[in-house]
T-cell receptor, first 112, second 114 residues
Framework: ELKVEQNPLFLSMQEGKNYTIYCNYS?????LYWYRQDPGKSLESLFVLLSNGAVKQEGRLMASLDTKARLSTLHITAAVHDLSATYFCAVARGYNTDKLIFGTGTRLQVFP | KAGVTQTPRYLIKTRGQQVTLSCSPI?????VSWYQQTPGQGLQFLFE???????NKGNFPGRFSGRQFSNSRSEMNVSTLELGDSALYLCASSHGTGNTGELFFGEGSRLTVL
């Protein structure tokens, strides 16, 4: 059974600092997703990582994938308050399926 | 380009009733999947449909059902509602083929069961 673990669950960080969210999964996967969710809102797609070594960056966020270690990271550079949200990673196994197994989420708070 | 549209956005039901939620995917997307989000269980996969066929199903009781129409719109139904069914129900759509797909989520339908 595919399981996805994220850590930390909660992250309070000061503006301007860097930090990394970790996503571990238990079996091989074919796609790894990162989503952002604001309170009371839906999931906003951030990144889709498809292959080992994949790295994607958007603004202050950078995601990477190591399929051998079954690990993805979401790195936050020089955090700003607008990044405060809950971040989820999710894993899909197999082609032609949208069945995602989600991690528990990391609630990020950025303070001045 | 319109996103994934879910209706209704909010609804309140009582135990024992049933509810139907609707999802219109992004134009051209043929796959629709449904997820339940609760504070206790997090985000859980319910089922997915592609070309009117259920392609996968999560570990939910038979009270949860769904279908997809020829225009790719999907509905999910929950019968004999229980308090624990209170949740945010999210619908997502994608092209549904291959291994490249981004999955786009709608705003969700927030169900409260009293």
């Amino acid at each position: 059974e595919l399981k996805v673990e994220q850590n930390p669950l909660f992250l309070s960080m000061q503006e301007g600092k860097n930090y990394t969210i970790y996503c571990n999964y238990s079996t091989t996967s074919d796609r790894l997703y990162w989503y952002r969710q604001d309170p009371g809102k839906s999931l906003e797609s951030l990144f889709v990582l498809l292959s080992n070594g994949a790295v994607k960056q958007e603004g202050r966020l950078m995601a990477s994938l190591d399929t051998k270690a079954r690990l993805s990271t979401l790195h936050i550079t020089a955090a700003v308050h607008d990044l405060s949200a809950t971040y989820f990673c999710a894993v899909a196994r197999g082609y032609n399926t949208d069945k995602l197994i989600f991690g528990t989420g990391t609630r990020l708070q950025v303070f001045p | 380009k319109a996103g994934v549209t879910q209706t209704p956005r909010y609804l309140i039901k009582t135990r024992g009733q049933q509810v139907t939620l609707s999802c219109s995917p992004i134009s051209g997307h043929r796959s629709v999947s449904w997820y339940q989000q609760t504070p206790g269980q997090g985000l859980q996969f319910l089922f997915e449909y592609f070309s009117e066929t259920q392609r996968n199903k999560g570990n939910f009781p038979g009270r949860f059902s769904g279908r997809q129409f020829s225009n790719s719109r999907s509905e999910m139904n929950v019968s004999t509602l229980e308090l624990g069914d209170s949740a945010l129900y999210l619908c997502a759509s994608s092209h549904g083929t291959g291994n490249t797909g981004e999955l786009f989520f709608g705003e969700g339908s927030r169900l409260t069961v009293l």
